[in-house]
Protein backbone atom coordinates (compact mmCIF):
# COMPACT_ATOMS: atom_id res chain seq x y z
CA UNK A 1 0.00 0.00 0.00
CA UNK A 2 1.25 3.61 -1.03
CA UNK A 3 1.60 6.56 0.88
CA UNK A 4 -0.32 8.08 -0.96
CA UNK A 5 -3.19 5.73 -0.73
CA UNK A 6 -3.20 6.12 2.92
CA UNK A 7 -3.63 10.24 2.63
CA UNK A 8 -6.05 9.57 0.47
CA UNK A 9 -8.38 8.63 3.10
CA UNK A 10 -6.75 10.91 6.01
CA UNK A 11 -6.37 13.97 4.38
CA UNK A 12 -8.51 16.88 4.22
CA UNK A 13 -10.60 18.63 6.42
CA UNK A 14 -13.45 15.87 6.79
CA UNK A 15 -15.91 16.13 4.64
CA UNK A 16 -14.05 15.43 0.73
CA UNK A 17 -11.37 13.29 1.94
CA UNK A 18 -12.66 10.55 -0.74
CA UNK A 19 -12.51 13.70 -2.62
CA UNK A 20 -8.44 12.96 -3.08
CA UNK A 21 -9.39 9.86 -5.32
CA UNK A 22 -9.98 12.26 -8.37
CA UNK A 23 -8.03 14.94 -7.36
CA UNK A 24 -6.34 15.36 -10.62
CA UNK A 25 -3.14 17.27 -9.18
CA UNK A 26 -0.95 14.20 -8.16
CA UNK A 27 0.80 13.91 -4.33
CA UNK A 28 4.23 13.57 -3.97
CA UNK A 29 3.94 10.03 -3.54
CA UNK A 30 2.44 9.73 -6.35
CA UNK A 31 4.34 11.31 -8.91
CA UNK A 32 6.71 7.99 -7.70
CA UNK A 33 4.07 5.61 -9.24
CA UNK A 34 3.41 7.93 -11.60
CA UNK A 35 7.14 8.01 -13.18
CA UNK A 36 6.49 4.19 -13.89
CA UNK A 37 3.28 4.46 -16.11
CA UNK A 38 4.63 6.96 -18.38
CA UNK A 39 4.93 6.78 -22.08
CA UNK A 40 8.76 7.09 -22.55
CA UNK A 41 8.29 7.60 -26.47
CA UNK A 42 5.47 9.69 -28.75
CA UNK A 43 4.67 6.70 -30.40
CA UNK A 44 3.42 4.81 -27.78
CA UNK A 45 1.60 8.19 -26.20
CA UNK A 46 -1.94 7.57 -26.06
CA UNK A 47 -4.22 10.28 -27.07
CA UNK A 48 -4.28 13.56 -27.81
CA UNK A 49 -3.58 13.13 -31.66
CA UNK A 50 -3.70 16.20 -32.80
CA UNK A 51 -0.54 17.44 -30.50
CA UNK A 52 0.67 14.26 -30.93
CA UNK A 53 0.96 14.95 -34.44
CA UNK A 54 1.94 18.53 -34.04
CA UNK A 55 5.09 17.82 -31.94
CA UNK A 56 6.18 15.07 -34.19
CA UNK A 57 6.47 17.32 -37.01
CA UNK A 58 8.42 19.83 -34.90
CA UNK A 59 10.65 17.17 -33.23
CA UNK A 60 11.11 15.39 -36.61
CA UNK A 61 11.63 18.28 -38.47
CA UNK A 62 14.36 20.10 -36.19
CA UNK A 63 15.89 16.79 -35.84
CA UNK A 64 16.37 16.63 -39.32
CA UNK A 65 17.73 20.21 -39.68
CA UNK A 66 20.31 19.30 -36.93
CA UNK A 67 18.99 22.17 -35.28
CA UNK A 68 17.33 22.63 -31.81
CA UNK A 69 13.33 23.43 -32.01
CA UNK A 70 11.60 26.01 -31.40
CA UNK A 71 10.54 26.61 -28.11
CA UNK A 72 7.91 24.51 -26.85
CA UNK A 73 4.93 25.19 -24.55
CA UNK A 74 2.18 22.65 -23.39
CA UNK A 75 -0.72 23.86 -21.60
CA UNK A 76 -3.74 22.38 -20.13
CA UNK A 77 -5.69 21.38 -17.02
CA UNK A 78 -3.50 19.18 -14.59
CA UNK A 79 -2.72 15.12 -15.29
CA UNK A 80 -2.94 15.31 -18.36
CA UNK A 81 0.34 14.74 -19.77
CA UNK A 82 2.14 17.65 -19.95
CA UNK A 83 5.30 16.66 -17.99
CA UNK A 84 5.18 13.41 -20.00
CA UNK A 85 5.28 15.18 -22.85
CA UNK A 86 8.36 17.07 -21.90
CA UNK A 87 10.50 14.27 -21.06
CA UNK A 88 9.39 12.84 -24.49
CA UNK A 89 10.69 15.94 -26.21
CA UNK A 90 13.92 15.38 -24.50
CA UNK A 91 13.85 11.47 -25.47
CA UNK A 92 12.65 12.00 -29.06
CA UNK A 93 15.46 14.54 -29.45
CA UNK A 94 17.79 12.26 -28.11
CA UNK A 95 19.03 15.32 -25.72
CA UNK A 96 19.46 15.51 -21.82
CA UNK A 97 17.24 17.49 -20.07
CA UNK A 98 17.22 19.85 -17.36
CA UNK A 99 13.73 20.32 -15.22
CA UNK A 100 12.82 23.37 -12.70
CA UNK A 101 9.41 25.45 -11.93
CA UNK A 102 8.02 28.24 -11.93
CA UNK A 103 7.98 28.25 -8.02
CA UNK A 104 11.77 27.34 -7.58
CA UNK A 105 12.56 30.39 -9.93
CA UNK A 106 12.08 33.26 -7.28
CA UNK A 107 14.87 35.41 -8.69
CA UNK A 108 16.58 36.49 -11.76
CA UNK A 109 19.68 34.82 -10.66
CA UNK A 110 18.26 31.27 -10.03
CA UNK A 111 17.34 31.40 -13.60
CA UNK A 112 20.40 32.73 -14.91
CA UNK A 113 22.69 30.14 -12.60
CA UNK A 114 20.28 27.71 -14.84
CA UNK A 115 20.43 28.73 -18.25
CA UNK A 116 24.75 29.41 -17.81
CA UNK A 117 24.92 26.05 -17.25
CA UNK A 118 22.91 24.78 -20.19
CA UNK A 119 24.47 22.14 -22.41
CA UNK A 120 23.73 22.92 -26.48
CA UNK A 121 20.64 21.41 -27.70
CA UNK A 122 20.00 20.38 -24.20
CA UNK A 123 16.06 20.78 -23.08
CA UNK A 124 15.18 23.47 -20.18
CA UNK A 125 11.60 22.17 -19.03
CA UNK A 126 10.01 24.96 -17.27
CA UNK A 127 7.31 23.36 -15.20
CA UNK A 128 4.43 25.49 -13.61
CA UNK A 129 5.78 28.38 -15.68
CA UNK A 130 2.90 31.04 -14.98
CA UNK A 131 4.68 31.03 -11.88
CA UNK A 132 7.82 32.22 -11.96
CA UNK A 133 9.59 35.92 -10.75
CA UNK A 134 8.42 38.27 -13.23
CA UNK A 135 12.31 39.81 -12.82
CA UNK A 136 13.12 36.24 -14.48
CA UNK A 137 10.56 36.23 -16.80
CA UNK A 138 12.34 39.08 -18.59
CA UNK A 139 15.65 37.47 -18.15
CA UNK A 140 13.30 34.28 -19.91
CA UNK A 141 12.27 36.08 -22.96
CA UNK A 142 15.66 37.57 -23.99
CA UNK A 143 17.19 33.71 -23.66
CA UNK A 144 14.89 32.26 -25.60
CA UNK A 145 15.40 34.49 -28.24
CA UNK A 146 18.82 35.80 -28.70
CA UNK A 147 20.21 32.73 -26.95
CA UNK A 148 22.39 35.74 -24.29
CA UNK A 149 21.99 36.40 -20.83
CA UNK A 150 23.13 39.70 -19.01
CA UNK A 151 24.75 38.53 -15.63
CA UNK A 152 24.58 41.37 -13.20
CA UNK A 153 27.91 41.21 -11.34
CA UNK A 154 28.65 43.93 -8.31
CA UNK A 155 25.37 45.65 -7.02
CA UNK A 156 23.91 48.86 -6.33
CA UNK A 157 25.55 52.09 -9.09
CA UNK A 158 28.62 49.99 -9.52
CA UNK A 159 26.75 47.50 -11.20
CA UNK A 160 27.38 46.17 -14.67
CA UNK A 161 25.84 43.61 -16.98
CA UNK A 162 28.25 40.89 -18.53
CA UNK A 163 26.27 39.91 -21.96
CA UNK A 164 26.88 35.99 -22.10
CA UNK A 165 26.45 33.44 -24.85
CA UNK A 166 24.50 30.63 -24.89
CA UNK A 167 24.36 27.21 -26.60
CA UNK A 168 21.10 26.94 -28.80
CA UNK A 169 18.89 25.06 -26.43
CA UNK A 170 14.98 24.58 -26.20
CA UNK A 171 12.29 25.49 -23.59
CA UNK A 172 9.27 23.47 -22.50
CA UNK A 173 7.07 25.23 -20.58
CA UNK A 174 4.57 23.70 -19.35
CA UNK A 175 1.40 25.18 -17.50
CA UNK A 176 -1.96 24.97 -16.74
CA UNK A 177 -3.41 28.34 -16.41
CA UNK A 178 -1.62 29.90 -20.43
CA UNK A 179 -4.28 32.91 -19.35
CA UNK A 180 -2.11 34.08 -16.30
CA UNK A 181 1.18 34.00 -19.05
CA UNK A 182 2.16 37.43 -19.98
CA UNK A 183 2.10 37.74 -24.13
CA UNK A 184 5.82 38.60 -24.61
CA UNK A 185 6.49 35.38 -23.18
CA UNK A 186 3.73 33.19 -24.41
CA UNK A 187 4.82 34.46 -27.75
CA UNK A 188 8.05 33.63 -27.66
CA UNK A 189 7.51 29.72 -27.63
CA UNK A 190 7.28 28.71 -31.08
CA UNK A 191 4.67 25.67 -30.67
CA UNK A 192 2.11 25.57 -28.10
CA UNK A 193 0.13 22.02 -27.38
CA UNK A 194 -2.51 22.67 -25.89
CA UNK A 195 -4.12 19.49 -24.32
CA UNK A 196 -7.54 18.27 -23.52
CA UNK A 197 -9.61 15.63 -21.80
CA UNK A 198 -9.50 11.90 -23.13
CA UNK A 199 -11.93 10.32 -24.34
CA UNK A 200 -12.85 7.17 -23.01
CA UNK A 201 -11.25 5.19 -25.39
CA UNK A 202 -8.05 6.79 -24.92
CA UNK A 203 -8.08 6.54 -21.41
CA UNK A 204 -9.00 2.49 -21.76
CA UNK A 205 -5.97 2.67 -23.74
CA UNK A 206 -3.98 3.63 -21.13
CA UNK A 207 -5.58 1.84 -18.59
CA UNK A 208 -4.77 -1.49 -20.47
CA UNK A 209 -1.43 -0.46 -20.72
CA UNK A 210 -0.62 0.97 -17.33
CA UNK A 211 -2.33 -2.42 -15.53
CA UNK A 212 -0.34 -4.68 -17.55
CA UNK A 213 2.69 -2.20 -16.35
CA UNK A 214 1.47 -3.38 -12.69
CA UNK A 215 0.70 -6.52 -13.47
CA UNK A 216 -3.14 -7.05 -12.82
CA UNK A 217 -5.10 -8.65 -15.31
CA UNK A 218 -8.15 -6.53 -16.18
CA UNK A 219 -11.22 -7.11 -17.93
CA UNK A 220 -12.72 -5.25 -20.77
CA UNK A 221 -16.23 -4.11 -18.84
CA UNK A 222 -14.28 -3.05 -15.82
CA UNK A 223 -11.97 -0.82 -18.08
CA UNK A 224 -15.13 0.63 -20.09
CA UNK A 225 -16.10 0.94 -16.07
CA UNK A 226 -12.98 2.83 -15.17
CA UNK A 227 -12.34 5.03 -17.98
CA UNK A 228 -16.02 6.52 -17.89
CA UNK A 229 -15.35 7.48 -14.10
CA UNK A 230 -11.66 9.03 -14.71
CA UNK A 231 -13.08 12.50 -16.11
CA UNK A 232 -11.01 12.57 -19.47
CA UNK A 233 -8.00 12.59 -17.22
CA UNK A 234 -5.10 9.67 -17.13
CA UNK A 235 -4.09 10.73 -13.55
CA UNK A 236 -7.30 9.95 -12.06
CA UNK A 237 -7.42 6.65 -14.46
CA UNK A 238 -3.84 5.55 -13.48
CA UNK A 239 -5.30 6.30 -9.54
CA UNK A 240 -8.04 4.84 -9.61
CA UNK A 241 -6.97 1.61 -11.45
CA UNK A 242 -4.90 1.44 -8.18
CA UNK A 243 -7.51 1.68 -5.38
CA UNK A 244 -9.95 -0.95 -8.15
CA UNK A 245 -6.76 -3.33 -7.48
CA UNK A 246 -6.51 -2.84 -3.93
CA UNK A 247 -9.80 -3.79 -3.65
CA UNK A 248 -9.50 -6.89 -5.52
CA UNK A 249 -6.70 -8.15 -3.71
CA UNK A 250 -8.30 -7.75 -0.55
CA UNK A 251 -11.85 -8.86 -1.69
CA UNK A 252 -11.13 -11.09 -4.74
CA UNK A 253 -8.16 -12.96 -6.22
CA UNK A 254 -6.30 -10.12 -7.50
CA UNK A 255 -7.66 -10.08 -10.99
CA UNK A 256 -10.69 -7.20 -11.67
CA UNK A 257 -13.14 -7.54 -13.47
CA UNK A 258 -16.42 -5.37 -13.38
CA UNK A 259 -17.79 -5.97 -9.87
CA UNK A 260 -14.95 -5.18 -8.47
CA UNK A 261 -14.31 -1.69 -10.48
CA UNK A 262 -17.81 -1.16 -9.44
CA UNK A 263 -17.39 -1.95 -5.94
CA UNK A 264 -14.43 0.13 -5.58
CA UNK A 265 -14.91 2.99 -7.47
CA UNK A 266 -18.83 2.91 -4.94
CA UNK A 267 -16.41 3.21 -2.33
CA UNK A 268 -14.31 5.86 -3.10
CA UNK A 269 -17.67 7.94 -4.06
CA UNK A 270 -16.97 8.18 -7.34
CA UNK A 271 -20.13 8.15 -9.07
CA UNK A 272 -21.16 6.97 -12.74
CA UNK A 273 -20.37 10.05 -14.84
CA UNK A 274 -16.99 10.55 -12.65
CA UNK A 275 -18.09 13.04 -9.91
CA UNK A 276 -17.12 12.97 -6.48
CA UNK A 277 -18.51 14.37 -3.21
CA UNK A 278 -17.28 17.63 -4.22
CA UNK A 279 -18.37 18.06 -7.25
CA UNK A 280 -21.90 17.01 -5.87
CA UNK A 281 -21.37 19.45 -3.30
CA UNK A 282 -20.80 21.85 -5.32
CA UNK A 283 -24.07 21.39 -7.70
CA UNK A 284 -25.77 20.80 -4.52
CA UNK A 285 -24.80 24.29 -2.90
CA UNK A 286 -25.56 25.66 -6.74
CA UNK A 287 -28.79 24.47 -7.04
CA UNK A 288 -30.79 24.01 -3.59
CA UNK A 289 -28.94 26.97 -1.79
CA UNK A 290 -28.73 29.27 -4.45
CA UNK A 291 -31.77 28.23 -6.46
CA UNK A 292 -29.25 27.53 -9.39
CA UNK A 293 -27.21 30.24 -9.73
CA UNK A 294 -25.45 33.16 -10.59
CA UNK A 295 -23.44 32.77 -7.39
CA UNK A 296 -20.05 33.88 -7.34
CA UNK A 297 -17.38 31.57 -6.85
CA UNK A 298 -16.17 32.77 -3.56
CA UNK A 299 -19.88 32.32 -2.29
CA UNK A 300 -19.88 28.73 -3.56
CA UNK A 301 -16.00 27.94 -2.12
CA UNK A 302 -17.29 29.00 1.58
CA UNK A 303 -20.85 26.80 0.60
CA UNK A 304 -18.94 23.77 0.44
CA UNK A 305 -16.06 24.47 2.99
CA UNK A 306 -13.21 24.37 0.33
CA UNK A 307 -11.01 26.98 -0.98
CA UNK A 308 -12.09 29.08 -4.15
CA UNK A 309 -8.86 27.61 -6.08
CA UNK A 310 -9.72 24.39 -5.48
CA UNK A 311 -13.00 24.53 -6.29
CA UNK A 312 -12.03 26.27 -9.62
CA UNK A 313 -9.44 23.94 -11.01
CA UNK A 314 -10.72 20.76 -9.27
CA UNK A 315 -14.10 20.88 -9.74
CA UNK A 316 -15.12 23.11 -11.88
CA UNK A 317 -13.55 22.68 -15.05
CA UNK A 318 -14.81 18.96 -15.44
CA UNK A 319 -18.64 20.40 -14.62
CA UNK A 320 -18.63 22.75 -17.09
CA UNK A 321 -17.19 20.54 -19.90
CA UNK A 322 -19.92 18.13 -18.31
CA UNK A 323 -22.66 20.53 -19.18
CA UNK A 324 -23.38 21.17 -15.75
CA UNK A 325 -22.52 24.10 -14.74
CA UNK A 326 -21.72 27.62 -16.15
CA UNK A 327 -19.34 30.32 -15.88
CA UNK A 328 -20.70 33.36 -16.97
CA UNK A 329 -19.68 37.10 -15.89
CA UNK A 330 -22.30 37.70 -13.39
CA UNK A 331 -21.78 34.22 -11.66
CA UNK A 332 -22.20 30.45 -11.96
CA UNK A 333 -25.08 28.94 -13.31
CA UNK A 334 -26.27 25.40 -12.75
CA UNK A 335 -27.14 23.55 -16.32
CA UNK A 336 -30.35 21.85 -16.57
CA UNK A 337 -27.92 18.61 -16.58
CA UNK A 338 -27.31 19.50 -13.24
CA UNK A 339 -30.48 19.65 -12.11
CA UNK A 340 -31.65 16.39 -13.82
CA UNK A 341 -28.16 14.69 -11.81
CA UNK A 342 -29.21 15.69 -8.55
CA UNK A 343 -32.75 14.06 -9.39
CA UNK A 344 -34.21 17.67 -8.71
CA UNK A 345 -36.43 20.14 -10.63
CA UNK A 346 -35.28 23.19 -11.25
CA UNK A 347 -37.60 26.26 -10.51
CA UNK A 348 -39.13 28.20 -13.09
CA UNK A 349 -37.24 31.07 -12.91
CA UNK A 350 -33.91 29.15 -12.89
CA UNK A 351 -34.84 27.26 -16.09
CA UNK A 352 -35.02 30.37 -17.94
CA UNK A 353 -32.10 31.26 -16.47
CA UNK A 354 -29.40 28.73 -17.46
CA UNK A 355 -31.06 29.15 -21.14
CA UNK A 356 -30.39 32.73 -21.28
CA UNK A 357 -27.32 34.11 -23.53
CA UNK A 358 -24.14 34.65 -21.01
CA UNK A 359 -24.42 38.31 -21.96
CA UNK A 360 -28.00 38.93 -21.40
CA UNK A 361 -28.46 41.27 -18.53
CA UNK A 362 -30.92 39.66 -16.21
CA UNK A 363 -33.62 42.20 -14.77
CA UNK A 364 -34.09 41.64 -10.85
CA UNK A 365 -30.83 39.05 -10.30
CA UNK A 366 -27.25 40.69 -9.11
CA UNK A 367 -24.03 39.41 -9.45
CA UNK A 368 -22.72 38.74 -5.19
N1 LIG B 1 -1.32 9.99 -22.85
C1 LIG B 1 -0.99 9.33 -21.74
N2 LIG B 1 -0.82 8.00 -21.76
C2 LIG B 1 -0.52 7.31 -20.66
N3 LIG B 1 -0.36 7.86 -19.46
C3 LIG B 1 -0.51 9.17 -19.37
C4 LIG B 1 -0.81 9.98 -20.50
N4 LIG B 1 -0.89 11.27 -20.09
C5 LIG B 1 -0.64 11.25 -18.78
N5 LIG B 1 -0.40 10.00 -18.34
C6 LIG B 1 -0.13 9.58 -16.97
O1 LIG B 1 -0.81 10.46 -16.09
C7 LIG B 1 0.03 10.87 -15.03
C8 LIG B 1 0.09 12.37 -15.01
O2 LIG B 1 0.69 12.86 -16.18
P1 LIG B 1 1.62 14.16 -16.16
O3 LIG B 1 2.43 14.19 -14.91
O4 LIG B 1 2.35 14.21 -17.44
O5 LIG B 1 0.51 15.30 -16.11
P2 LIG B 1 0.70 16.89 -16.09
O6 LIG B 1 -0.12 17.44 -17.21
O7 LIG B 1 2.15 17.23 -16.08
O8 LIG B 1 0.04 17.27 -14.72
P3 LIG B 1 0.37 18.53 -13.74
O9 LIG B 1 -0.26 19.74 -14.36
O10 LIG B 1 -0.28 18.17 -12.44
O11 LIG B 1 1.87 18.63 -13.63
C9 LIG B 1 1.35 10.16 -15.26
O12 LIG B 1 1.37 9.01 -14.46
C10 LIG B 1 1.35 9.72 -16.67
O13 LIG B 1 1.96 8.48 -16.77
MG1 LIG C 1 3.34 18.07 -14.64
Redesign the pocket.
Known amino acids: MTKGYASELREGDGDFESSRVLD???SDDERVV?AA???RRLAE????PRVRDQLDLVLQAAKGRGAAPDHILLS?P????????AMIVAAELERPIRVTSGPAIQHAGDLAAVLSSLDEGEVLFL?EIHRMARAAEEMLYLAMEDFRVDVIVGKGPGATAIPLELPPFTVVG?T?RDGLLPAPLRDRFGFTGR?DFYDPADLAL?LR?SASLLGVEIDHDAVVEIAGRSRGT??IA?RLLRRVRDWAQIHGDGRIDHAAAAAALELFDVDPVGLDRLDRAVLEALCRKYAGGPVGITTLAVAVGEEPDTVETVAEPYLVRQGFLERTPRGRLARPAAWAHLGLTPPASSTAQAMLPMEEPTPGRFAP
Not at 45 to 48: L, M, T
Not at 78 to 85: N, S, V
Open positions: NAGELRPFPGQGPGLGKTTLDATLIRPRN
